[in-house]
Nanobody
Framework: QVQLVESGGGLVQAGGSLRLACAAS????????MGWFRQAPGKERDFVAA????????DYADSVKGRFTITRDDAKNTVFVQMNSLKPEDTAVYYC?????????????????????????WGQGTQVTVSS
C-alpha cells in the first residue's frame, strides 16, 4: 500500500511561483512513474506532468510546458513540481499519483502515463489559487 501526501499549495499572484511536493509513504517504493494532475471547479481532472522514476525523463501538458518543471528525489520518495509564471487559469486542486504496476503496454516502449486510469495511487490534493 502506498500513501501519497501533497504539500505546498496556497494563494499566489499571477506571475508568481509555487513548488508542490508529494511524498510517498511505503516500505518499498518502486514506481514506474509519478504524475501530477489538476482539477479546476466544474471541470474534469487533467494531466499536468509525469516523470519516469528510474530515469527522470519528464512529460508535460502543453498548457504548462516551459512554466512547470517536475523532478523527483529518489532518496526521499518525493516528487516535486515547480510552477513558475502562474496564471489565474492554473487555479485548481493539484493531485499527485503513482504508477506502480509493471505490466502496462506503454511502459514497454518507455512512454509516460497521461491518463488517470494508468495510475494506481492518488494523493488527497492540494489547492493552488492564482489571483489576477
Amino acid at each position: 500500500q502506498v500513501q501519497l501526501v501533497e504539500s505546498g499549495g496556497g494563494l499566489v499572484q499571477a506571475g508568481g511561483s509555487l513548488r508542490l511536493a508529494c511524498a510517498a509513504s511505503a516500505r518499498t517504493f518502486n514506481a514506474y512513474a509519478m504524475g501530477w494532475f489538476r482539477q479546476a471547479p466544474g471541470k474534469e481532472r487533467d494531466f499536468v506532468a509525469a516523470i519516469r522514476w528510474s530515469s527522470g525523463v519528464a512529460d508535460y501538458a502543453d498548457s504548462v510546458k516551459g512554466r512547470f518543471t517536475i523532478t523527483r528525489d529518489d532518496a526521499k520518495n518525493t516528487v516535486f513540481v515547480q510552477m513558475n509564471s502562474l496564471k489565474p487559469e492554473d487555479t485548481a486542486v493539484y493531485y499527485c499519483a503513482a504508477d506502480i504496476r509493471r505490466d502496462r503496454l506503454y511502459q514497454r516502449v518507455g512512454n509516460l502515463p497521461r491518463v488517470e486510469s494508468q495510475y494506481d495511487y492518488w494523493g488527497q490534493g492540494t489547492q493552488v489559487t492564482v489571483s489576477s
